[in-house]
């Protein structure tokens, strides 16, 4: 039986595949549609019964209740205080809603799920261990035999009840064209048989990733920490129906991007290349002396070399030069503006006249 380890060229770790000898050559072939991508760092929760989309659409950021089969979403499960706790990409088939999550956070979203059932008629299965995922564009991940509709990535268009912060147009995610496919073990062994025999062209995590972080496409298992706001990473596009029903901490989505500002913000970085360093998750972004955010997601893009997404604090200035703290030496960035400083605040409130003016008027 062959394995991912038997791939020409293939360079495996703990996540999966990380790429099969050339990594920017392979996202190259992943954005034309020429290979296909194992998704090792994704896992697979289905949730059957008959109250699964309305009890999905009360526990989650997005409005699922009349979700037609096919259509493809995703939901953030939010702590009491709005912060992202979870997050999944989301496709129905008329029967069964089939949730696509990374790998770090599978275990947990089942275990909470199954807790939150109480008497109503769903049943949550962990299908990590039968199912693989398997990522590309539309068209070449059609010609896979799937279990479940293809989630085709709905980023960074606004879907409906969601909202854009990011001004830049066109979007760098607008070209973007990405879908997950989620098969059997039998399918996934015969696409593993074809790329071992050279027929099939397959592309590493590595890539998927350049593509992604290029895109400014958030990720939990990567750009989420303990704190995260989904307003801070631009996710109200696709993630959050804003005038959906009650679930737990809409007050405080409604509140920052009605009434407030996201506290931090994310920004894309184009790195130095000249010393061939890299920062890694967590390193300190600086302005000057003050440290004013950290690294989320780093990678080495095809067309723009090394790149970034870093959150930082809202009131970091904007237009000038970064620095990232590395364990080989500080590392110059300059920051495009994702979410602006003035992001939120959108309510429209008419402001009332002091009571003194008032009287003074009568």
């Known amino acids: ?35 296909l991508a194992p998704l090792g760092d994704r896992r697979v929760i289905s949730v059957g019964g008959e109250d699964r989309r309305s009890w999905l659409d009360s526990l989650s950021s997005q409005a699922l209740t009349h979700l037609e089969p096919g259509v493809s979403t995703e939901l953030l499960i939010l702590d009491p205080q709005g912060r992202v706790e979870h997050a999944a990409a989301v496709v129905d088939d008329g029967e069964t809603t089939w949730l696509v999550v990374d790998a ?68 760098p995610g607008a070209e973007r064209d990405w879908a997950e496919a989620i098969v059997d073990a039998e399918e996934f062994g015969r696409v593993l048989d074809g790329a071992v025999r050279g027929e099939i062209a397959f592309a590493g995590l590595d890539a998927v990733e350049a593509l992604r972080v290029a895109a400014w496409r958030p990720r939990v298992g990567v750009d989420a920490d303990e704190r995260l706001l989904p307003h801070e990473v631009d996710w109200l596009r696709t993630a959050v129906h804003l005038s959906k029903g009650c679930y737990r901490g809409q007050e405080t989505v409604a509140k920052v991007h009605n009434l407030g500002h996201p506290p931090r913000r994310v920004v894309a970085l184009q790195l130095d290349g000249s010393d061939n360093v890299l920062p890694v998750r967590g390193d300190a972004v600086r302005v000057g002396d003050a440290v004013v955010g950290a690294i989320t997601s780093v990678a080495v893009h095809h067309e723009e070399g090394p790149i970034a997404l870093a959150l930082i604090k809202r009131t970091a200035p904007e237009g000038v030069p970064l620095v990232v703290d590395t364990a080989d030496g500080p590392l110059a960035a300059a920051a495009e503006t994702v979410v602006p400083a003035d992001a939120g605040a959108t309510a429209s409130i008419p402001r009332m006249p002091r009571l003194g003016r008032r009287r003074a008027a009568e």
Do not use: C, I, K, N
């Open 104 to 171: 770090s956070d599978a275990e947990a979203l089942a275990t909470w799920l199954t807790r939150m059932r109480f008497r109503l008629r769903v049943d949550v299965q962990d299908r990590s261990a039968d199912l693989v995922v398997v990522g590309g564009t539309r068209a070449a991940v059609s010609a896979l035999r799937t279990v479940a509709p293809v989630w085709v990535d709905p980023w960074p268009a606004v879907s409906p009840g969601g909202w854009a912060y990011a001004r830049v147009e066109p979007h």
């Open 1 to 35: 039986m062959v394995t991912l380890a038997d791939v020409p060229g293939a360079v495996l770790d703990d996540r999966g595949l990380r790429h099969v000898g050339s990594p920017v050559a392979e996202q190259r072939r992943l954005a034309s549609g020429s290979a």
